[in-house]
């Protein structure tokens, strides 16, 4: 199967020779992080990701806010329900690892035993970016770029082949967008429930007028017109 790499006969397997080249030419201390990275590190981010968009958003406010958290809460579902429906996609295809058909492949991190179509962590990465994308244009494109990045670092550190990756995202994309209208319409009325009670914090940050609860020197009594946050 080797053989199939130099001839170019099949381009997933010739692609995964020459990304996971590129870790046997980079110092160790090099491979080492993207180790860190591509198994924990993007994970990380993409989870910091949310929860500064949900920060911005809270802080924005505004009539919208409501259902801009309700797609954050979704973007994890999103990931988890993915995960889920590619439990029996990986056991219909059975897919080996390519270091065990494929001679030569430098793998950066050992334990690797399941199949390997289609890669969870570019299933999970995705779903959430194109999650963060339904709630927040901005954080959605850099929570996409982080997920082609996780892509890229499965195929460098030779456990999965390039159409494991693009599976993943696939898979990914489709579950995040196709469940996105009925998750919404659950998630909403029920983000505008939670705006509207004691918890209401959690969806945009409270003000209260100068004078109700807070003394601020030199302003004037009867003054309503400055604010200041309160703890959610």
């Known amino acids: 199967m080797a053989g ?5 006969s099949n381009p997933d397997v010739d692609l995964l020779y020459d990304i996971n080249g590129l870790a046997k030419d980079a110092p160790r201390w090099f491979d080492r992080g993207m180790e860190f990275v591509g198994e924990y590190g993007l994970l990380v981010a993409m989870v910091l990701l949310v929860v500064w968009c949900w920060w911005s958003v809270r ?9 801009s958290v309700a ?3 979704w973007t994890p579902l999103a990931a988890a329900i993915a995960v889920l429906v590619n439990v029996p996609i990986r056991g219909f295809v059975e897919r080996p690892r390519p270091f065990l058909d ?6 950066l991190i050992s334990g ?9 962590h570019a299933t999970i990465t995705m779903a959430m970016g194109v999650g963060l994308f339904v709630a927040h244009r901005k954080f959605g494109i ?18 999965h082949y390039p159409t494991d990756v693009v599976g993943g995202f696939a898979l990914g994309t489709a579950v995040a967008l196709l469940l996105s209208p009925p998750a919404m319409a659950l998630l909403t009325p029920l983000m505008k429930a939670v705006e509207g009670s004691s918890w209401g914090g959690w969806i945009v940050r409270r003000r209260v007028p100068v004078g109700q ?5 030199g302003a004037r009594e009867g003054v ?9």
């Not at 494929?102 to 793998?107: E, S």
């Not at 929570?143 to 550190?157: H, K, N, Q, S």
């Not at 309503?224 to 959610?232: F, H, K, N, S, V």
């Open 112 to 120: 690797k035993t399941d199949y390997s179509f289609v890669s969870d």
């Open 142 to 159: 850099a929570g996409i770029g982080l997920a082609l990045l996780e892509g890229f670092c499965r195929v460098y550190m030779g456990v």
């Open 213 to 217: 609860g807070a003394v601020i020197p």
């Open 102 to 107: 494929h001679q030569g492949i430098d793998v």
């Open 59 to 67: 802080r924005r406010g505004g009539e919208d806010a409501a259902s």
């Open 4 to 8: 199939l790499a130099e001839s170019g």
């Open 71 to 73: 797609a954050l809460v």
């Open 224 to 232: 309503e017109t400055e604010e200041r946050d309160l703890a959610a």
